[in-house]
């Protein structure tokens, strides 16, 4: 129900926006968040929004250098991610959670996720 794509292998300084978008129903009323994986790692908040924007939360890792939005008319949610470091290599996954009074970091309180985007950066 969820599709993330926009992945790719970039040179650290470049910039690469993730796509998610869902299907089969809507999420326009649920929050949106993005994690991540790295190999031998635990998967860790990047970021998250609520249903109406008025909550967004980012990972203090990556502040200032993503964006995270949505389009609810679409169901979709995005991820521009600028200023790129080999650090940020890693699966993202886009993740929808039925908790709208906060956005949740945990990644238990979401509900349903994508498959998963690679993204890969280099020194």
């Known amino acids: 129900q969820l599709q993330a794509s926009g992945g790719g292998l970039v040179q650290a300084g470049d910039s690469l926006r993730l796509s998610c978008a869902a299907s089969?129903?809507?999420?326009?009323?649920?929050?949106m968040g993005w994690f991540r994986q790295a190999p031998g790692k635990e998967r860790e908040f990047v970021a998250g929004i609520n249903w109406n924007r008025s909550i967004i939360t980012y990972a203090d890792s990556v502040k200032g250098r993503f964006t995270i939005s949505r389009d609810n008319a679409k169901n979709t949610v995005a991820l521009q991610m600028n200023s790129l470091k080999p650090e940020d290599t890693a699966n993202y996954y886009c993740?929808?959670?039925?908790?709208?009074?906060?956005?949740?970091?945990?990644?238990?309180?979401?509900?349903?996720w994508g498959q998963g985007t690679q993204v890969t950066v280099s020194s």
């Open positions: 993740a929808t959670s039925p908790r709208t009074v906060r956005v949740p970091r945990r990644g238990g309180d979401y509900s349903y």
């Open positions: 089969g129903r809507t999420f326009s009323s649920w929050t």
